[in-house]
């Protein structure tokens, strides 16, 4: 059932003495039991809602689709399901202490999966959630494979009995759901002849199995009491792309889909440069770092913008986007007349030196790397994926934070290269 957490000011509502508290036990004579059930059983044209007011009283609300949406019910939000593995790359337990308790929250949760593309396992399924996958047609799924050895793969879970993948997979696939899946890269673990399996079990599951993104493992330097592993460095990238980019040809070939798909990072460890659109097919895992840079190179950068004034950028990133943002991003703006951006690259010394993304800067470090700068720019502009949605880094600081140590705005960088720049336009006039 759904608890609500507000409502509307509607005099119905008001009327029934259906407030926040009171909970949503059913439509149309079916179960809700999440957030989920309740989009996926309220769109019929009439409705029967049952709720249960705080005191316990039951109540039949009948009412059209059009009508409910005005009464804005916002619920409280869904229980989410952990995770019970102790996968031997997993990100939050390499998270230092100290951090906010939401950050160790593990997810292994296939409704997320579908409405957010978050990664599952699919080690806690029961049959009632495959029933339900299948009826309400939660389709796409993404699911984190580390290699089709089950041996292997709970030896890399840290859990002895879970259920095999294949079988889950090709159960999903004969249902009609389409599944993204990845293989997180960890050196002398899944690679070699065990990643050679792998992308070649999943291929036999196409197109049911929609796509396979490669990528390289995180590693903190908060890892002392985990298995010893090594990172991807730039020699392993270099055996390991063409290897990859081969079996892609090769499945363009067989299958009109390139379907396994290295992420970014590879190519910037192994010095060769980013594919055009073309290789991307239609981007199927874009957001796992598959084709971002790419989407980075082809978007409008500045072309048509023009300032008045003398002005200059402090654009903070990771270490592994800073070269290609200075190639790019920072020469296009300075084709804006009178604009100036240097791209600094910020070491992560809460993560450590290993991690060289843009999305896990803090605060902290950026804010150290600003004030080593022989002169901040007029405006600082930050990753667009280091802060939540409360608007907080990993250490809590918060943009405004930022500016009052820095003496000058600072932003959140948008997506589009272009808004960006408006962004900073916009905040350096007023």
């Not at 918060?398 to 997506?415: K, N």
């Amino acid at each position: 059932m759904l608890t609500i957490k507000s409502t509307s000011d509607d005099p119905m509502l008001q009327d029934l003495g259906i407030c926040a508290g009171s909970k949503l036990l059913a439509v149309n004579g079916s179960q809700v039991r999440d957030s989920l059930d309740y989009e996926f059983l309220s769109t019929e044209e009439d409705l029967v809602l049952l709720l249960e007011t705080p005191d316990g009283e039951q109540i039949e609300l009948e009412i059209e689709f059009d009508d409910l949406i005005g009464l804005e019910l916002e619920f409280e939000p869904d229980k989410i399901r952990t995770c019970g593995n102790k996968c031997v790359f997993c990100f939050i337990h390499q998270l230092p202490k100290g951090l906010r308790k939401s950050l160790y929250l593990k997810d292994e949760d296939y409704r997320l999966s579908f409405t957010h593309g978050n990664y599952v396992t699919l080690t806690n399924l029961s049959e009632d959630d495959f029933e339900r996958i299948d009826s309400q047609r939660l389709s796409p799924l993404y699911v984190s494979v580390h290699t089709t050895d089950e041996n292997l793969r709970r030896k890399m879970l840290g859990k002895d009995k879970v259920p095999d993948l294949m079988p889950q997979l090709r159960r999903l696939v004969r249902s009609g759901i389409e599944v993204h899946t990845q293989i997180v890269l960890c050196p002398g673990w899944n690679d070699g002849e065990h990643l050679e399996q792998t992308i070649d079990d999943l291929a036999a599951l196409y197109p049911g199995v929609k796509s396979l993104a490669v990528v390289p493992v995180g590693l903190t330097r908060h890892r002392s009491k985990l298995p010893e592993m090594d990172p991807v460095a730039p020699e392993l990238a270099c055996n390991v792309l063409p290897y990859l980019m081969e079996r892609g040809e090769a499945f363009v070939k067989s299958m009109s889909s390139r379907f396994v798909f290295p992420a970014d990072e590879f190519f910037i460890l192994a010095g060769e440069p980013i594919p055009n659109n073309s290789y991307y097919d239609d981007f199927p895992q874009v957001e796992n770092g598959v084709g971002m840079v790419r989407q980075l190179l082809d978007s409008d950068i500045a072309d048509d913008i023009s300032i008045e004034s003398d002005l200059s950028l402090t654009v903070l990133t990771g270490r592994m986007i800073s070269d290609i943002l200075d190639s790019t991003l920072a020469e296009k703006w300075k084709t804006v007349t009178g604009l100036e951006c240097e791209v600094v690259p910020v070491r992560n010394n809460l993560m450590g030196q290993t991690v060289t993304v843009s999305g896990l800067l803090c605060g902290v470090d950026m804010i150290a790397a600003a004030k080593r700068l022989e002169r901040i720019g007029d405006c600082v502009i930050v990753p667009p994926d280091c802060l939540n949605d409360d608007g907080l880094f990993l250490d809590d600081l918060t943009l405004d934070d930022m500016s009052d140590q820095l003496g000058r705005p600072v932003i959140q960088a948008l997506h589009s290269p272009r808004e960006t720049l408006l962004r900073a336009i916009k905040e350096l006039s007023n």
